[in-house]
């Protein structure tokens, strides 16, 4: 008798603890609603390569080769300027209210080519470009790392990156077959059917307990567990967010708290390492590449190939990212990349510099694959997914201030890099320079990336002080 008391009694015990364990689905769904944005975003920052080609040979923009230089270098300077404006409403607006205002760029940059032909025009919607990308890269990482849990985090943190590689996806296929003013409206419709999903993601339970709204904190805290009892999980975020707001949350303190400087030391040199692997160049000038190259595969089909498969990869990637860690995916993705880049480079040396015509236009779309293939589980998502990871509450806006100015340096600076260098010497040239740096850096992975995985924002600041 005494046994099946017990044994009922622990069944309603374990019925309980179930209802109160709370549901992840939640958490995986905002973080998806908040990422939707990057679609478009994504889209429009590589929208230069499609669109680059086919605007230099339509006499109806008459427009040079020289004068199409800013499509890529625009974006960057704007996101850098954006991100001041973007981490201050960020803390008094909040983020979702932030993550929204995205819309507003975003459709106007489709607009503009949509109406006109005019160079100034489409200088000004590759700004808006910037300015989109200046809010997202700011607000999002910090909304995804408060709303969820360290699992969820793990596996659907890199949902920014996916989804801008969907967009990027996307504008390479429109883009091989529409012409600028049809993908343009498309743009348009997207944009504005993706902002109605903002009324019904909550607000991060972090931000509220920083602004002392325990109610509507309670209320979020609801909605991304589906708890019934929120009551223990609240009191130990709200201590969380306490501890780390009594901390010092100016400029100076990102520099002289350690373990601030440690966090940012790793977030700038994970950026720029990431920029520096000629990731952003892949992406941007996927056509110009493969035209270059001599490959009989037409660019379109190949460039098609190339972001579909980078996008399958880094979808997996994702998914089981959280299995190896960020450090080992980091640094296991760096080196075959580099050696990768640098056996491309050896290709288009001999094919440029001593003319030996080796008749194989499958080698550089096989490389270019098998970079995607390396470059998937560690460089293109492990960055992104740990700039909300790193940093305390009380300077995470400053942070993803400085850092997206870091990220905007770098892009300009790989992608100018890129220019002057192929122009100069040929493709050998700056494939040769990406490959080393990511052999470099991923010798300094060993001493400056920190391991995150499945930690809560708490515990990373704990480890980070004892790291």
């Known amino acids: 008798m005494r046994v099946n008391i017990m044994r009922t009694f622990g069944d309603y015990r374990l019925e309980a603890d179930l209802k109160n364990a709370g549901k992840s689905w939640p958490q995986v769904l905002a973080i998806l609603i908040a990422c939707l944005s990057c679609v478009s975003n994504g889209m429009l920052m590589s929208w230069p390569s499609p669109y680059t080609p086919?605007?230099?040979?339509?006499?109806n923009y008459d427009i040079d080769e020289g004068e199409v230089l800013p499509f890529t270098i625009l974006p960057p300077v704007a996101m850098m300027i954006t991100c001041l404006v973007a981490s201050t409403l960020s803390d008094t607006i909040g983020r979702k209210k932030t993550l929204f205002i995205v819309y507003i760029p975003q459709i106007l940059a489709w607009a503009l080519p949509a109406i006109s032909t005019n160079l100034y025009l489409i200088y000004a919607a590759r700004i808006l470009e910037g300015v989109g990308d200046g809010i997202i890269f700011t607000a999002l990482p910090m909304y995804i790392g408060e709303v969820a849990s360290p699992t969820v985090r793990g596996t659907w943190g890199n949902s920014l990156t996916i989804l801008y590689y969907v967009g990027e996806f996307a504008i390479t296929i429109i883009g091989s077959y529409l012409s600028v003013k049809i993908s343009s409206l498309i743009g348009v419709i997207l944009s504005t059917s993706l902002s109605t999903t903002y009324f019904i993601l909550p607000e991060s339970p972090y931000y509220l307990l920083m602004k002392d709204d325990t109610v509507n904190a309670r209320r979020s805290l609801k909605t991304l567990t589906r708890k019934s009892d929120v009551e223990e999980d609240l009191l130990q975020l709200k201590?969380?967010?306490?501890?780390?707001?009594?901390?010092?949350?100016?400029?100076?303190?990102?520099?002289?708290?350690?373990?601030?400087?440690?966090?940012?030391?790793?977030?700038?040199?994970?950026?720029?390492?990431?920029n520096m692997s000629g990731i952003v160049v892949a992406l941007t000038c996927t056509q110009t590449i493969f035209e270059e190259s001599g490959s009989d595969?037409?660019?379109?089909?190949?460039?098609?190939?190339?972001?579909?498969?980078?996008?399958?990869?880094?979808?997996?990637?994702?998914?089981?990212?959280?299995?190896?860690?960020?450090?080992?995916?980091?640094?296991?993705?760096?080196?075959?990349?580099?050696?990768?880049?640098i056996a491309l480079s050896v290709y288009f040396y001999m094919e440029q510099e001593i003319s030996m015509k080796m008749n194989s236009g499958?080698?550089?779309?096989?490389?270019?694959?098998?970079?995607?293939?390396?470059?998937?589980?560690?460089?293109?998502?492990?960055?992104?997914?740990?700039?909300?990871?790193?940093?305390?509450?009380?300077?995470?806006?400053?942070?993803?201030?400085?850092?997206?100015?870091?990220?905007?340096?770098?892009?300009?600076?790989?992608?100018v890099l890129f220019q002057v260098l192929s122009i100069k010497f040929g493709l050998y040239a700056p494939f040769l320079l990406f490959g080393v740096s990511n052999l470099v850096s991923s010798i300094l992975s060993f001493y400056l990336v920190p391991e995150t995985k499945g930690k809560t924002l708490e515990q990373i600041q704990q480890y980070m002080n004892e790291w």
């Open 54 to 59: 086919k605007i230099i040979k339509d006499e």
């Open 239 to 274: 201590a969380d967010v306490d501890r780390q707001m009594s901390e010092r949350g100016t400029w100076t303190s990102l520099f002289v708290i350690p373990t601030n400087r440690k966090a940012l030391i790793a977030a700038i040199f994970m950026r720029f390492s990431q």
């Open 297 to 341: 595969i037409s660019p379109e089909i190949s460039s098609i190939c190339f972001i579909g498969f980078w996008l399958l990869l880094n979808t997996l990637a994702s998914l089981f990212n959280d299995k190896l860690g960020r450090r080992k995916s980091y640094i296991g993705s760096l080196i075959p990349s580099g050696i990768i880049l």
């Open 362 to 415: 499958w080698i550089p779309i096989t490389g270019m694959l098998l970079y995607v293939l390396f470059n998937s589980y560690g460089v293109c998502i492990v960055p992104t997914l740990m700039m909300g990871e790193l940093f305390s509450t009380s300077i995470k806006a400053k942070a993803m201030t400085l850092l997206v100015v870091v990220f905007g340096i770098s892009i300009l600076f790989s992608t």
